[in-house]
């Protein structure tokens, strides 16, 4: 995906300079993080067990805020005073849609982050519609969470999330547990939205095929950045991270298929 | 509202009742019963009618007189201490097929059948047409503190995660060749019930992150602002209406 140039020159959609923390506990978990997302970008945040990535998506809308270094959303500074734009600017999905889904119906929980900004009546319906219309679950705006399926309950969950108009959606594991049709489903959606997209997944096709670049961490640093089909080949840097593609998976044959437009992911 | 979100008591419908406010349906059923409760028991023809005010409205929700008797279910613990109460009863007694029964007891034991058998049934019609979110809707509208509407909500939701954990961890014990028969083994069970709080508490955390990514301020937004039309309130009070003249007839006629 290019962005247009007139987007990247109003300045990049997300910042994080020399990001440092500890736990209370005194485990450091980043050393300096420094990362810069354009407006619209696609972006996969990919390093094994422990690397830190957790703790950086929680600094994002401040839920843990910068100890050393900053974090900036669309040029806005994360700190306390404005932490509610911040947290509107910032779609955070997390990974287990039963921690998401808190309310009893779909459409109240859509409808929670929207409410929290003050919306209601007509406006707030008009949002939960359009963001359950945008993850093609509008059928199902009276039901209960616990009544959905797994994959549906992953796509109401990017729904309350896009309810907000967030300007960066931030997905943790998005294709965890998710069977190989709910998984290409969610693809699909999420290549449909108009957003810039930070992704944290140990899916390695799911993250070249919808990233075009990746931020590899580790040790609570980011130790590359680049195209995804490059990070992919490159076998010193894939193994000094623990990182390994699946068996039987080329992703240099799955980059051309992807620029080719062709292949089984890409179908409607 | 449809789809399959309702509790084990809720008759899939869409009939007038069905979708009536539900906080016009809570305060109809509480004022119902309050009047049935409140007539006297000697007016054997009143009961009669308000058996006939509750099967007026199951059929105006076009609930199946039998999904409502077999709700009845629930009042057998009643119903058999109420045929207790005639043969240990006081004071006069009558000879009914040879056996010796109190009068008092005889009335203590209609009074409660009766009364009992209609506040189930009104009861049992509430919950048929009424889904678990319109309970809550309906108790936020009536200005039930927001903390316990959010309570009942989160335990709402998150009762069948909990209890699908249970069932995981049953199963993981089972394949694992416990039995659970044996006092010894008492102590997985105990294990299993702390593991399970740490996981709740810990999903706890997880929620409340959650809710904070998505603005929340300590203070849940109110979940609807329609309020209940007039119209509405009169047709859910309706068969309280009827009721409340039988009821004071009743009293008229006894003093």
């Known amino acids: 995906m290019t962005e247009p140039a007139d987007q990247v020159a109003r300045g990049p959609a997300l910042e994080v300079k020399d990001l440092a923390f500890a736990y209370p506990g005194g485990t450091q978990a980043l050393f300096g993080v420094d990362l810069a997302i354009g407006r619209g970008e696609r972006v996969a945040l990919l390093g094994p067990n422990g690397a830190g990535k957790s703790t950086l998506v929680l600094h994002l809308n401040g839920v843990y805020q910068a100890q050393v270094g900053w974090v900036r959303v669309g040029g806005l500074p994360v700190?306390?005073?404005?932490?509610?734009?911040?947290?509107?600017?910032?779609?955070?999905?997390?990974?287990?849609?039963?921690?998401?889904?808190?309310?009893?119906?779909v459409r109240d929980d859509v409808g929670f982050g929207p409410a929290n900004?003050?919306?209601?009546?007509?406006?707030?319906?008009?949002?939960?519609?359009?963001?359950?219309?945008?993850?093609?679950?509008?059928?199902?705006a009276d039901r209960a969470p616990h009544?959905?399926?797994?994959?549906?309950?992953?796509?109401?969950?990017?729904?309350?999330?896009?309810?907000?108009?967030?300007?960066?959606?931030?997905?943790?594991?998005?294709?965890?547990?998710?069977?190989p049709a709910s998984r290409r489903e969610l693809a699909d959606i999420l290549r449909s939205l108009d957003i810039t997209m930070l992704m944290?997944?140990?899916?390695?096709?799911?993250?070249?095929?919808?990233?075009?670049?990746?931020?590899?961490?580790?040790?609570?640093?980011?130790?590359?950045?680049?195209?995804?089909?490059?990070?992919?080949?490159?076998?010193?840097?894939?193994?000094?991270?623990?990182?390994?593609?699946?068996?039987?998976?080329?992703?240099?044959?799955?980059?051309?298929?992807?620029?080719?437009?062709g292949g089984r992911s890409t179908e409607r | 509202m449809s789809g399959s979100h309702a509790h084990a008591l809720y008759y899939h419908g869409h009939s007038a009742v069905h979708r009536l406010a539900p906080e016009t349906k809570l305060v109809a059923q509480v004022l119902f019963v309050l009047t049935v409760v409140a007539t006297p028991r000697e007016a054997f023809w009143a009961f009669g009618l308000y058996a006939c005010i509750v099967l007026a409205a199951a059929a105006a929700a076009a609930i199946p007189i039998g999904f409502l008797l077999r709700r009845l279910a629930i009042e057998v613990p009643f119903v058999a201490f109420a045929f207790f109460l005639p043969l240990v009863g006081q004071g006069e007694?009558?000879?009914?097929?040879?056996?010796?029964?109190?009068?008092?007891?005889?009335?203590?034991?209609?009074?409660?059948?009766?009364?009992?058998?209609?506040?189930?049934?009104?009861?049992?019609l509430l919950a048929s047409t009424t889904t678990t979110a319109e309970?809550?809707?309906?108790?936020?509208?009536?200005?039930?503190?927001?903390?316990?509407?959010?309570?009942?909500?989160?335990?709402?939701?998150?009762?069948d995660v909990i209890a699908d954990d249970v069932r995981r961890m049953r199963i993981a014990r089972l394949s694992r060749g416990f039995?659970?028969?044996?006092?010894?083994?008492?102590?997985?069970?105990?294990?299993?019930?702390?593991?399970?709080?740490?996981?709740?508490?810990?999903?706890?955390?997880?929620?409340?992150?959650?809710?904070?990514?998505?603005?929340?301020?300590?203070?849940?937004?109110?979940?609807?602002?329609?309020?209940?039309?007039?119209?509405?309130?009169?047709?859910?009070?309706?068969?309280?209406?009827?009721?409340?003249p039988v009821c004071v007839l009743a009293w008229m006629q006894r003093s």
């Open chain 1, 117 to 140: 900004l003050g919306l209601r009546g007509d406006e707030l319906e008009e949002r939960v519609v359009e963001a359950l219309t945008a993850v093609g679950m509008e059928a199902f």
């Open chain 1, 200 to 261: 944290v997944t140990h899916d390695l096709p799911y993250a070249l095929e919808l990233c075009p670049r990746s931020l590899v961490m580790n040790e609570g640093t980011i130790v590359a950045d680049g195209p995804t089909a490059e990070i992919l080949a490159d076998e010193p840097l894939m193994a000094a991270n623990r990182l390994e593609l699946p068996f039987g998976f080329f992703p240099a044959l799955a980059d051309a298929e992807r620029r080719q437009g």
């Open chain 2, 135 to 159: 309970f809550l809707t309906g108790f936020d509208r009536l200005h039930v503190p927001r903390a316990l509407t959010s309570i009942a909500s989160f335990m709402v939701r998150y009762m």
């Open chain 1, 147 to 179: 009544h959905l399926s797994f994959g549906q309950r992953r796509r109401v969950s990017v729904a309350t999330v896009l309810a907000m108009r967030p300007q960066i959606l931030v997905l943790d594991e998005p294709s965890s547990n998710l069977d």
């Open chain 1, 79 to 105: 700190v306390e005073d404005h932490m509610r734009e911040v947290r509107r600017r910032v779609g955070i999905v997390f990974q287990d849609p039963d921690d998401q889904l808190f309310m009893p119906t």
């Open chain 2, 179 to 244: 039995e659970g028969r044996w006092i010894w083994q008492a102590r997985a069970i105990g294990q299993t019930a702390g593991a399970l709080f740490i996981r709740a508490y810990e999903r706890g955390e997880r929620v409340y992150l959650a809710m904070l990514s998505r603005g929340y301020a300590g203070t849940m937004p109110e979940i609807g602002e329609v309020r209940a039309t007039p119209r509405q309130w009169l047709t859910a009070l309706a068969p309280t209406f009827v009721a409340l």
């Open chain 2, 93 to 124: 007694r009558v000879d009914v097929l040879g056996i010796s029964l109190s009068v008092e007891g005889l009335w203590g034991a209609w009074n409660i059948l009766a009364k009992a058998t209609i506040g189930v049934m009104a009861s049992a």
